[in-house]
């Protein structure tokens, strides 16, 4: 066979195949239109990463509020622990004193380490409230996390209720029929709202029924 014959063999085959891709995909095109999985499909393509942004959000205001309880925790410990090992030594110093010979000096000299010792546990316990304060701060986190968190739960309700109704809509009749008789006795599909089934012992009965 001539090249020439060959060549052109295969420019019409490549342009049969193209076509029929063209063709196949024109279809596919056109059946999700009318199914309304266009829609679906593109805000899906828009919602989704919207809400992953925002769980990314979540995660890193809750790493941030974890960090700053951390470096406050870290920060009172030790003050709360030299507080807690002079005190001992006070008392101890107090009790030795109190057992031995009166002695002005010595008691003098005990009152003064008592002054001292109340002077610098008035300053950590200053300090240490600063960071029970950080501490409290580092919760606000929660008020917008909350609020991001019910955006994405909302969202992905939506969602499923929207392919919920869409696979109700577009289900064999004798398994719409099925579903309509029997899994909706109780909360009921409503086709025109947003609310496919309530709850998802619901959702569970929907999709065995239709065979998922």
């Known amino acids: 066979m001539p090249s020439g014959m060959a060549d052109e063999r295969g420019d019409l085959a490549h342009d049969e195949v193209l076509s029929r891709v063209g063709h196949m995909t024109r279809a596919l095109h056109d059946s999700l ?27 890193r205001m809750t790493e941030q509020a974890a960090q700053r309880v951390l470096n406050a925790t870290e920060a009172a410990g030790p003050l709360q622990d030299r507080i807690q090992t002079d005190a001992a030594s006070i008392s101890a110093t107090w009790q030795q004193t109190l057992q031995g010979a009166f002695s002005e000096e010595k008691y003098r000299a005990v009152a003064e380490s008592t002054l001292a010792y109340l002077n610098q546990t008035q300053a950590a316990t200053a300090e240490t409230k600063q960071h029970l304060m950080n501490i409290m701060m580092a919760q606000d986190f929660q008020d917008l996390t909350g609020q991001v968190i019910k955006k994405v ?47 998802q012992a619901q959702v569970d009965d929907l999709l065995d029924s239709l065979g998922f």
């Open 153 to 199: 739960t909302e969202l992905a309700h939506g969602l499923e209720q929207q392919l919920l109704q869409l696979l109700v809509d577009y289900a064999p009749p004798e398994i719409k029929r099925e579903v309509d008789t029997g899994l909706l006795n109780g909360p009921q599909i409503n086709p025109v709202g947003n609310d496919v089934v309530a709850g």
């Open 33 to 59: 239109r009318g199914l309304g999985f266009d829609q679906l499909i593109e805000r899906a393509s828009h919602d989704i990463p919207d809400a992953r942004d925002r769980l990314d959000y979540v995660a």
